[in-house]
């Protein structure tokens, strides 16, 4: 018999809860094409984000850029279009691209981060120490022996060292 798993409907949450103005706006998880839809517009735009740079929305036109939204934010767009304005918006439909694409974790970095890039990015002291622990293990690595000569005696035919017997 096969392995049996737990009916994926009852693992996922696939809802995105972001609160704005003292109310909670429930993003639901788009359809499978319209998340294939945003995963391919977008995966230029993840990474960069992921890689500390501002998201280049110059990349899509206005209404391509609404487009995304509307697609990322589904039934809640139209109410968030009524409710907040555009700064809000774009970093609700943009925290809401992210979790489509990248899932929850990104997109609570990317809410947090107010969508300064800079806040993304590792700090400097960070980068410093990446790099030097990279370097420190890089040095501890011993170099390979030279094998262009030897420097005991050579082995006979018979497998002994070299000498008299």
């Known amino acids: 018999m096969g392995a049996r798993f737990e009916a ?8 995105l809860t972001l609160p704005i103005g003292g ?5 639901p998880s788009p359809t499978a094409e319209d998340g294939l ?6 995966t230029l ?11 280049d929305t110059t990349l899509l036109d206005d209404e391509e850029e609404i487009d995304l939204f509307q697609l990322c934010l589904g039934p809640v767009y139209d109410e968030l279009l009524a409710e907040v304005d555009w700064t809000q918006l774009r970093h609700v439909g943009l925290t809401a691209m992210f ?9 609570e ?7 300064d890039p ?12 990446q790099k030097k622990s990279g370097s420190a293990t890089a040095s501890k690595t011993r ?5 262009s000569g030897t420097s005991g005696r050579r082995a006979t035919a018979s497998g002994r060292k070299g000498g008299t017997t």
């Open 143 to 147: 170099s390979r022996g030279s094998t």
């Open 8 to 15: 994926l409907d009852e693992l996922f949450d696939d809802t």
């Open 118 to 129: 800079s806040l993304l990015a590792p700090n400097r002291e960070t980068r410093r120490a």
């Open 45 to 55: 735009a993840a990474r960069l984000q992921a890689g500390g740079e501002a998201v």
């Open 109 to 115: 970095k990317y809410w947090r981060s107010k969508g």
């Open 99 to 107: 979790w489509i694409v990248s899932g929850v974790e990104t997109a």
């Open 23 to 27: 109310r909670e706006y429930v993003i």
């Open 37 to 42: 839809r945003v995963q391919r517009i977008t």
